[in-house]
Nanobody
Framework: QVQLVESGGGLVQAGGSLRLSCAAR????????MGWFRQAPGKERESVGG????????YYADSVLGRFSISRDNAKNTVYLQMNSLKPEDTAVYYC????????????WGQGTQVTVSS
């Protein structure tokens, strides 16, 4: 059974940092793109960024560029979202997801982890 399990969310003050983890279980994701998404209350889900598992290339939304970074640990089959200089508007439930490189659709999703940034 394939699972993506996020962890690391919590409450942090503005300007602080958090690191989210996404542990991938049940298969290898070498030909996948691992994406991070977030959804704030009353808003649509948006992409934060992602990483190509094989090769490690990353991309980011303009809203987080320079503040967030995505990495992966092949040995642990885990993807990370390092979030620095957090702002109250970063408050959301954060999800990791996986899609085959050849597909535009994410077919695996984690359960989400809450990130709350206080002002």
């Amino acid at each position: 059974q394939v699972q993506l399990v996020e962890s690391g969310g919590g409450l942090v003050q503005a300007g602080g940092s958090l690191r989210l983890s996404c542990a991938a279980r049940g298969r290898t994701f070498s030909n996948y793109v691992m994406g991070w998404f977030r959804q704030a209350p009353g808003k649509e889900r948006e992409s934060v960024g992602g990483i190509f598992w094989s090769g490690g290339s990353t991309y980011y939304a303009d809203s987080v560029l320079g503040r967030f970074s995505i990495s992966r640990d092949n040995a642990k089959n885990t993807v990370y979202l390092q979030m620095n200089s957090l702002k109250p508007e970063d408050t959301a439930v954060y999800y990791c997801a996986a899609r085959p490189i050849s597909s535009g659709s994410y077919n695996y999703w984690g359960q989400g982890t809450q990130v709350t940034v206080s002002s």
